[in-house]
């Protein structure tokens, strides 16, 4: 699961000149996961696909994971979400879990996981932009980013993988607005419970709402191959707990903008790694325009910073 957004974290620290921070072993280890493992889930998804449907392979991916973290979280004594913020989580989940990671595993199904997450970096822009509707002015910097990466964004829907599939660009585009929107709620509307209970509620809400949808759309799931079981598990343990626990750990130790690095880094790990083990194909068009797109998110952390 992607993390929290981006433009929120750096915004609570925009103010304060970012510390020097030596990178000890452990945030080594922790911006690897960030890096690594969040930038491979996107290739794991799309090995799990052979046998387990989009929103049933997400809905359950989700619900074990929420289910072990919230074990967790009582065993270390938190105490259980209220109930109003259970039914923040079961929106914000359904926005973020259901229709971001849904929409991502949807369109997977016939593009490829490369091409996908070079347009998923176009969320902080997306971000930005929402928090408008509370008054959160953008500065110069950050607008001059938003432009390029829109930019760069509309010359890869107009590459050759996403011009085969409209339905799949469709797909992902849904899912960065879903999780989007998600996001900014989260954060301004919606609170959720403190620390991991309330990253578990959400993963428990969204898994449900997934599970919903895989019945309506009438999913049926495959006795899985080797390879589909191993990338789910995969996902569940390394791209739902493991990762997600390294980026809390960033926050707490390093400068948001070390901790925000996945950004950029995420889309060039999918895409190199869609190409080495999935076979993928990426044009130099569409290796151009993923560029576009990450120097559009480099300008607006850059904006940001200095806002």
């Not at 996961?33 to 491979?40: H, N």
């Amino acid at each position: 699961m992607p993390p929290p957004s981006l433009p929120a974290v750096v915004m609570s620290t925009a103010s304060a000149p970012a510390p020097a921070v030596a990178l000890s072993p452990l945030l080594i280890a922790c911006l690897a996961a960030t890096w690594i493992i969040w930038g491979s889930t996107y290739l794991a998804i799309r090995f799990a696909l052979e046998s387990f449907p989009p929103f049933f392979g997400m809905g359950t991916r989700f619900l074990l994971a929420g289910a072990l973290l919230l074990g967790w979280a009582r065993w270390r004594g938190a105490a259980w979400p209220e109930r109003r913020q259970w039914w923040h989580a079961l929106i914000v989940g359904a926005l973020m879990v259901g229709g971001g990671m849904g929409g991502t595993a949807y369109a997977e199904q016939s593009v490829g996981s490369g091409l996908v997450v070079a347009f998923i970096a176009i969320i902080p822009l997306m971000i930005t932009l929402l928090n408008r509707l509370w008054g959160v002015r953008p500065a110069p910097g950050e607008l001059a980013g938003i432009a390029v990466g829109l930019c760069g964004v509309l010359l890869l829907t107009r590459g050759a993988g996403f011009a085969a599939s409209p339905v799949g660009l469709l797909a992902i585009v849904i899912a960065c607005l879903t999780w989007s929107l998600g996001s900014v709620l989260s954060q301004r509307r919606l609170p959720l419970a403190a620390g991991a209970m309330g990253f578990a509620s959400e993963m428990l809400g969204g898994g449900a709402v997934l599970l919903v949808l895989a019945a309506l759309s009438g999913e049926q799931p495959q006795w899985p191959t080797p390879l589909a079981a191993g990338a789910w598990l995969y996902l569940v343990v390394f791209g739902s707990l493991i990762a997600f626990n390294a980026y809390m750990m960033l926050l707490a130790l390093a400068p948001a903008g070390l901790a925000s690095s996945y950004t950029f880094v995420n889309p060039l790990i999918a895409m190199l790694l869609g190409v080495a083990l999935g076979g993928e194909t990426i044009t130099h068009y569409e290796w151009f325009a993923a560029g576009i797109i990450l120097t559009g998110v480099v300008l607006l952390l850059y904006g940001r910073r200095d806002h």
